[in-house]
């Protein structure tokens, strides 16, 4: 569809006329229409009536083609009708066949000079052919006749300004306040015009009428103090900003103005001041709060004196906006950012008290509750997000880790296969299924099934160090294949060195092949680089100790082991007996 300049009465003749309003329409057009032609007789008359309203109906049916036909007919009867012309003049321009639309519109334009919608018309085509300069004389004729209407000051300003005419859109414009008198839109308009031209006396002149004329208006204000500051007046400027913020506006938008202006001050604490208070109304929109927010959470990571600012703004979000789901979700990301789990976790439940459609916010609860070790939490909204969003396989993903943590091995069996069903090109997550689905077959004693998937994940994944780590680990704990087990291994800790993870499954894999003294060596590599003291490196210390005849030093990291809450079978065995089975 060709898009029709603002002026133009086309939207009205075209879409949005009825076929009764189009014949009332119709008929006083052609009482009123101008004709320089020599007028048709009764019965020529009769067919043009026929032929118009045929036209017309047609043009309201949307068969603009067979409109164009029966208005030309017409016109062959009576060919000056400027009523016919203008018709055709506005379906060729909807049609973009424009130089028919510019000869009909400017026919019917020198016709008839004093119908405003003739002109209107042939602006439109003029300003679509690119006829920028031709629109200028009979914007100015449309003035003559209508010299109090603001549009038409306002288009052909406009067109000035495209024309890079600065002055003469200026001229207009003064011009226009003469005839009207002062009129706070025109004024801002001017002194928009003057700041372009760089005539800053003038500009600040309009703006002060503005603010006088209009003091409920506090954007006049800072549109003004913006212009002293322009203008070097900084005063002045500062005396009319601490004015406004002294004034009892209360509108947000003015304190987010200030806050601006404070903060490219340096005066941090009166910048903050202003967004508080912006913050706290509840006529602020959350969207624009938001964007504020996620500047802060840019900025914080990069200043961290201020993350307090970022958390009295967020307490202020959820307390404002307390029944909207991105308050709490917002505030979540803040506090999961900063490693505050229980807190996030929090938030993001409130979120989906209001809105559970964001399954981002899901997800995020799935990671919280799996860091937390929140089995049972981490169990029941999974399932409630399976439900939900059946096709979204993280779901089933974090629902088949829950169980399998919580020992029901056949119910994570059986989320990690529906899940699995789900992704779609992405094989490092196909893979995450069948590594997890190695693991829970594994702790059910079905060794065979594990193998299969531990191979399906390093075939989608060949170089995934987890998943070679952890089939290397499984190995090992049965004493089985144990050669494959160290390639594996060794081929882990090489994609990812100093992993103490790693380190500590090639430690066992090596104590399980009896190489006790490169066992000690990589597990002692393990609990340097461990970020927190794991229960089971200790546990396998004392073990590879014990083999090399360290058995004081064995039973001390068994203890150590129990301490750190370690509870593998034997364990207790190993303490009170002072022994070690043998495997």
Not at 24 to 49: C, G, H, M, W
Not at 234 to 257: I, M, Q, R, T, V
Request: include cysteine; glycine fraction near 4%.
């Amino acid at each position: 569809m060709k898009k029709i300049h603002s002026n133009s009465f086309l939207y009205v003749t075209l879409i949005c006329a009825t076929l009764i309003c189009s014949s009332l329409y119709a008929s006083e057009i052609t009482n009123t229409s101008i004709s320089v032609s020599e007028k048709p007789s009764n019965k020529q008359r009769q067919k043009f009536d026929v032929l118009f309203h045929d036209a017309l109906k047609l043009k309201i049916q949307g068969d603009f083609d067979g409109a164009i036909d029966l208005f030309m007919a017409a016109l062959d009867i009576w060919p000056d009708h400027t009523t016919v012309m203008y018709e055709l003049s506005g379906l060729y321009l909807y049609n973009n066949k424009l130089s028919e639309a510019l000869f009909y519109s400017k026919k019917v334009a020198l016709i008839d000079e004093t119908n405003v919608w003739f002109q209107l018309l042939y602006i439109d085509c003029l300003l679509e052919t690119g006829s920028l300069k031709e629109a200028i004389p009979v914007y100015k004729k449309l003035i003559k006749i209508q010299p109090t209407n603001k549009e038409l000051y306002f288009e052909l300003s406009n067109l000035y300004i495209r024309l890079n005419k600065i002055s003469e859109a200026a001229v207009i414009n003064e011009q226009l306040l003469e005839n009207i008198g002062f009129d706070d839109d025109v004024a801002i308009r001017l002194a928009k015009i003057y700041e372009k031209t760089n005539k800053l006396d003038k500009a600040i002149e309009q703006m002060k009428k503005a603010v006088v004329m209009k003091p409920s208006k506090w954007m006049y204000g800072i549109h003004l103090a913006k212009l002293y500051t322009k203008n070097e007046e900084n005063g002045k400027a500062e005396l009319l900003y601490d004015s406004l913020a002294n004034h009892n506006y209360f509108d947000p938008e003015l304190n987010l103005e200030l806050a601006k202006y404070y903060r490219g001050r340096k005066e941090n604490e009166k910048s903050f001041s202003e967004l508080t208070k912006a913050f706290s109304s509840s006529q602020l929109s959350i969207d624009k709060k938001i964007h504020i927010l996620l500047s802060y959470y840019d900025l914080t990571e990069r200043f961290h004196s201020l993350k307090p600012q970022a958390d009295s703004l967020c307490k202020i979000l959820i307390t404002i906006n307390n029944e909207d789901a991105k308050s709490f979700a917002m505030y979540g990301d803040f506090l999961y950012r900063d490693s505050k789990m229980k807190e996030a976790g929090t938030m993001y439940r409130k979120a989906l008290d209001y809105d559970k459609s964001n399954y981002v916010v899901w997800s995020q609860l799935f990671e919280i509750d799996a860091k937390l070790n929140n089995y049972i939490a981490l169990d029941s909204i999974s399932e409630a997000a399976m439900e939900l969003f059946p096709n979204q396989p993280l779901s089933y993903l974090y629902n088949g880790i829950a169980n399998t943590k919580s020992k029901n091995y056949n119910k994570a069996v059986n989320s990690f296969v529906s899940g699995k069903g789900f992704v779609i090109d992405n094989n490092s997550l196909l893979s995450q299924f069948n590594e997890l689905l190695g693991d829970t077959y594994s702790e059910m004693s079905e060794y065979s099934l594990s193998n299969k998937a531990f191979d399906r994940a390093l075939e989608l994944t060949p170089s995934n160090s987890s998943v070679l780590n952890n089939y290397a680990y499984r190995l090992a704990l049965r004493n089985s294949n144990l050669q494959s087990a160290r390639k594996m291994a060794v081929r882990a800790n090489d994609l990812s060195p100093n992993n103490a993870t790693y380190q500590g499954t090639y430690a066992w894999v090596l104590f399980k092949l009896g190489e006790y003294m490169e066992a000690k060596n990589w597990i002692e590599k393990a609990i340097e680089n461990a970020r927190t003291e794991d229960a089971v490196l200790f546990e396998h210390y004392g073990d590879i100790l014990f083999k090399l005849g360290y058995f004081e030093e064995a039973l001390i990291n068994w203890k150590k082991a129990k301490s750190l809450g370690g509870d593998s079978v034997g364990l207790l065995d190993k303490i009170k007996t002072q022994q070690l089975e043998d495997e």
